[in-house]
């Protein structure tokens, strides 16, 4: 009978422990803005040379991770090869897909480095001082001399209300 007893009487502890830590859990930051809105802000806030669009098809090949990992997207990159200024806002569909995404970034960033190791140094330097930033299941990256005012600019879509 005491074994019984102990038994529920744990099960009866663990229950509320366990519903405690649950209910305490912050919701992810999110933001009613879509990522082509918060890229075309940011260029209006600190010009870009002239960029493109990428689409779904050249993200893959572009940035090392399956596209379909992504809710929604914005990226984008240098119209000509003699600037590394890029910006890109990826809405991950899962947060369990956040890592893979992030480490395609940073792929992505030793990419534009390689390329301007040893061709433009002023760009190289630019394309070594990239960001790349979290909240959520958003990932912002950023190569631009005015990166930092570009990653406030960001972090304003996700002000508490």
């Given amino acids: 009978m005491k074994k019984i007893t102990l038994a529920?009487?744990?099960?009866l502890v663990l229950s509320l422990v366990l519903g405690a830590c649950g209910g305490n859990k912050e919701a992810a930051p999110d933001s009613?803005?879509?990522?082509?809105?918060?890229?075309?802000?940011?260029?209006?806030t600190v010009e870009q040379p002239a960029q493109?669009?990428?689409?779904?098809?050249?993200?893959?090949?572009?940035?090392?991770?399956?596209?379909?990992?992504?809710?929604?997207?914005s990226i984008r990159v240098p119209l000509m090869n003699v600037k590394t200024?890029?910006?890109?806002?990826?809405?991950?569909?899962?947060?369990?897909?956040?890592?893979?995404?992030?480490?395609?970034?940073?792929?992505r960033a030793a990419d534009v480095q390689k390329v301007f190791e040893s061709y433009l140094p002023d760009q190289y330097e630019n394309a070594k001082n990239y960001k790349l930033v979290t909240k959520g299941n958003y990932?912002?990256?950023?190569?631009s001399e005015n990166a930092d005012e570009l990653v406030k600019t960001f972090d304003s879509y996700f002000a508490k209300q």
């Fill in 32 to 44: 009613k803005v879509p990522p082509k809105d918060m890229v075309d802000k940011l260029i209006q």
């Fill in 139 to 143: 990932v912002l990256f950023v190569i």
């Fill in 52 to 73: 493109m669009e990428l689409d779904k098809t050249m993200v893959e090949a572009t940035y090392h991770f399956n596209p379909d990992l992504l809710e929604a997207f």
């Fill in 8 to 11: 529920i009487l744990a099960t």
């Fill in 85 to 107: 200024n890029e910006i890109a806002i990826l809405k991950v569909k899962s947060a369990k897909d956040l890592s893979a995404v992030e480490t395609g970034v940073k792929q």
